[in-house]
T-cell receptor, first 114, second 115 residues
Framework: GENVEQHPSTLSVQEGDSAVIKCTYS??????FPWYKQELGKRPQLIID?????GEKKDQRIAVTLNKTAKHFSLHITETQPEDSAVYFC?????????????FGSGTRLSIRP | DTGVSQDPRHKITKRGQNVTFRCDPI?????LYWYRQTLGQGPEFLTY????????KSRLLSDRFSAERPKGSFSTLEIQRTEQGDSAMYLC?????????????FGPGTRLTVL
């Protein structure tokens, strides 16, 4: 069935260093890959997304890469700051189909050490 | 607030009781989704509406669960004969749908505790 694997489950980095979270997906028809950030007790919020016709996308300190052949995608956060501490979810979707649900990974708890 | 809203935010019930949750999507959004999130896990898809039509239901959605979106605006999710395993955060999301606009906006969730 449809599945998204995410690792690591926890990640601790020194403030100012980079953080990388990696995901794989099983459904080759997936063509939209959002990343959500969820702070404790709050709703998931989209931080960046990438479509299958693009290999890389960057927004300030955040970048995502997508390898469709390998069905891998990654989130890169540079110059990490304390406010980056949260749980991050990768996800895959087929929004142009009638099956437009999001399949989420299991999450990465990112902690930024001061 | 023009975002997705959910009511109630918290619900405590006894096992065997029925509960109903409401979701109000962003007004122009025609797609509405329900997800369930347990502690330490990512949200899991439950069901999805395009306008008033329920287009997909997860196998997670047992026959004790029912969802409606009667006029294509707000939606309700009812759980009958609640079980302790139903304790979770129930999240609603909406999206505009259509070409190029895929972002799902999430509501604050309803936290259900079944005693």
């Amino acid at each position: 069935g449809e599945n998204v694997e995410q690792h690591p489950s926890t990640l601790s980095v020194q403030e100012g260093d980079s953080a990388v979270i990696k995901c794989t997906y099983s459904d080759s028809a997936s063509n939209y890959f959002p990343w959500y950030k969820q702070e404790l007790g709050k709703r998931p919020q989209l931080i960046i997304d990438i479509r299958s016709n693009v290999g890389e996308k960057k927004d300030q300190r955040i970048a995502v890469t997508l390898n469709k052949t390998a069905k891998h995608f990654s989130l890169h956060i540079t110059e990490t700051q304390p406010e980056d501490s949260a749980v991050y979810f990768c996800a895959a979707s087929k929004p142009y189909s009638s099956a437009s649900k999001i399949i989420f990974g299991s999450g990465t708890r990112l902690s930024i050490r001061p | 607030d023009t975002g997705v809203s959910q009511d109630p935010r918290h619900k405590i019930t006894k096992r065997g009781q029925n509960v109903t949750f409401r979701c109000d999507p962003i007004s122009e959004h025609n797609r509405l989704y329900w997800y369930r999130q347990t502690l330490g896990q990512g949200p899991e898809f439950l069901t999805y509406f395009q306008n008033e039509a329920q287009l997909e239901k997860s196998r997670l959605l047992s026959d004790r669960f029912s969802a409606e979106r009667p006029k294509g605006s707000f939606s309700t999710l009812e759980i009958q004969r609640t079980e302790q395993g139903d304790s979770a955060m129930y999240l609603c999301a909406s999206s505009l749908g259509g070409a190029g606009d895929n972002e799902q906006f999430f509501g604050p969730g309803t936290r259900l505790t079944v005693l």
